[in-house]
T-cell receptor
Framework: NAGVMQNPRHLVRRRGQEARLRCSPM?????VYWYRQLPEEGLKFMVY????????ESGMPKERFSAEFPKEGPSILRIQQVVRGDSAAYFC??????????????FGAGTRLSVL | LAKTTQPISMDSYEGQEVNITCSHN???????ITWYQQFPSQGPRFIIQ???TKVTNEVASLFIPADRKSSTLSLPRVSLSDTAVYYC????????????FGSGTRLQVQP
């Protein structure tokens, strides 16, 4: 059972370009979470999605950032018109269930975005 | 969301037992306590989760007192490979709220 797959692992963009980060959850998982991590800091929650639905986007900036998790295919975190402050590691996690015990999240290896 | 407080860093030597305590004074009735481990350039990895008393798995033990306002992660006989950042999270196991990561505890294990 493959783990959470994120690609690309490293992404370099110039200011003003768009960044698209992909996340394929573990097989059987229908819940996806995106986090951002700056160097020497903890992970900051951005958005929580279930298939075709955004459940909680309270941590995501209102402008330039969007996320989707279509019925088919990976979850996408899209950053438009990137700025240097967007440089960070972006982690995706998935979990198998919304309710019940042990809402454990399984993380991917992350995408490191560098904005020049 | 329940806020957690844990030491910024800890040092240990190989073979010692390490205990990392996390405070979560405003934990809610539905909240579970979960610990994750993160190595440099990797995503966090689940270690252990509990609600009350004691939980043990092949990696660690988790001690939770009756009032649940704190918890202690215990790592027996640490090795150099246990050097990592350890995060204590308190969250609603029903999934209606996202988990909140604090700054974590940076554990450095020396030979």
């Amino acid at each position: 059972n493959a783990g959470v797959m994120q690609n690309p692992r490293h992404l370099v963009r110039r200011r003003g370009q768009e960044a698209r980060l992909r996340c394929s959850p573990m097989k059987g998982h229908s819940h996806v979470y995106w986090y951002r991590q700056l160097p020497e800091e903890g992970l900051k929650f951005m958005v929580y999605l279930q298939k075709e639905n955004i459940i909680d986007e309270s941590g995501m900036p209102k402008e330039r950032f969007s996320a989707e998790f279509p019925k088919e295919g990976p979850s996408i975190l899209r950053i438009q018109q990137v700025v240097r402050g967007d440089s960070a590691a972006y982690f995706c996690a998935s979990s198998p269930n919304r309710g019940g015990v042990k809402n454990i999240q399984y993380f991917g290896a992350g995408t490191r975005l560098s904005v020049l | 969301l329940a806020k957690t407080t844990q030491p910024i860093s800890m040092d240990s030597y190989e073979g010692q037992e390490v205990n990392i305590t996390c405070s979560h004074n405003n934990i809610a009735t539905n909240d579970y306590i979960t610990w994750y481990q993160q190595f440099p350039s990797q995503g966090p990895r689940f270690i252990i989760q509990g609600y009350k008393t004691k939980v043990t798995n092949e990696v660690a033990s988790l001690f939770i007192p009756a009032d649940r306002k704190s918890s202690t992660l215990s790592l027996p006989r640490v090795s150099l490979s246990d050097t990592a950042v350890y995060y204590c999270l308190v969250g609603d196991a029903t999934g209606r709220r996202a988990l909140t990561f604090g700054s974590g505890t940076r554990l450095q294990v020396q030979p």
